[in-house]
């Protein structure tokens, strides 16, 4: 009998990459301190079940703070010109915005959506679409 579902290995790493210990889990470490083997942890070693949880819970808390001020950076600075690439560096400088906003994007490393490309090529024209038929003729004009 075979089975569709791939198994998955859950480790957890110890110490420096040149050193590093890996341990090999039997189940998946606990997503967040609402796991029951959160409750259950008594031993409080490295790695147990209630120092994973809390970890894994703080780590998500913080990527989604990132990401709400990121769309809170992207939202309030729509529009403006946070970014200016493609002029030399002292020009570029010039064009971005000044405001307290942009100035913040630009340190963090935020409001990348409102970057400003100088040097880009003019688009081209669209070629006319010439009709095949002639008004006069009803044959292809070769």
């Known amino acids: ?11 957890v790493w110890f110490g420096p990459s040149r050193n590093r210990v890996e341990v ?4 998946p470490p606990p997503k ?9 942890c008594i031993t409080h070693r490295t790695a147990c079940d209630c120092r994973e949880a809390g970890l894994a819970e ?4 913080y990527r989604g703070e990132l990401t709400h001020i990121k769309s809170a950076f992207e939202e309030v600075l729509l529009g403006h010109a946070t970014w200016v690439h493609g002029a030399d560096e002292a020009t570029g400088r010039q064009l971005q915005c000044k405001c307290s906003g942009c100035v913040l994007a630009r340190r963090l490393g935020f409001g990348l959506s409102n970057t400003v490309e100088l040097d880009r ?7 006319p679409i010439l009709p095949f038929l002639r008004k006069d003729k009803s044959e292809v004009p070769f």
């Open 32 to 40: 967040d301190t609402l796991d029951p083997r959160y409750a259950a």
């Open 1 to 11: 009998m075979t089975s569709t579902a791939i198994a998955t290995r859950h480790v």
């Open 121 to 127: 090529p003019a688009p081209r024209p669209a070629r």
């Open 24 to 27: 090999v889990l039997t189940e």
């Open 58 to 61: 703080d780590i998500a808390e």
